[in-house]
Nanobody, 117 residues
Framework: VQLQASGGGSVQAGGSLRLSCEASRRTFSLYGMGWLRQAPGKQRELVAG???????NYADSVKGRFTISRDNAKNTLYLQMSTLKPEDTAIYYCAAKSSWSTAYDYWGQGTQVTVSS
């Protein structure tokens, strides 16, 4: 499956952004999906995940501020980010994993999010 992320940009602290990730495959609904990010000099980390059934999980650092969702009819994954902080600055990647996989198998190209103080 091919993934195309969009929606990144520059915003001031306290602002909001919504990331989108469009998938190429009609079987999108069968995949677990996630948003991961990588800041300069840091390891890539999972920000939020959503299963094919709609269950979600979040990194502690974004709980209450970020919301992951999916629209299976549009083959699209979203990440609504609110109350952004400078430490949210990173390249954000969307990723997909097959139902039998424990790791993300497919990755989008990444979209830059920059939060200024």
């Amino acid at each position: 499956v091919q993934l195309q992320a969009s929606g990144g940009g520059s915003v001031q602290a306290g602002g909001s952004l919504r990331l989108s990730c469009e998938a190429s495959r009609r079987t999108f609904s069968l995949y677990g999906m996630g948003w991961l990010r990588q800041a300069p000099g840091k390891q890539r980390e999972l920000v939020a995940g959503i299963t094919s059934g709609g269950s979600t999980n979040y990194a502690d650092s974004v709980k209450g501020r970020f919301t992951i969702s999916r629209d299976n009819a549009k083959n699209t994954l979203y990440l609504q980010m609110s109350t952004l902080k400078p430490e949210d600055t990173a390249i954000y990647y969307c990723a997909a994993k097959s139902s039998w996989s424990t790791a993300y198998d497919y990755w989008g190209q990444g979209t830059q999010v920059t939060v200024s103080s």
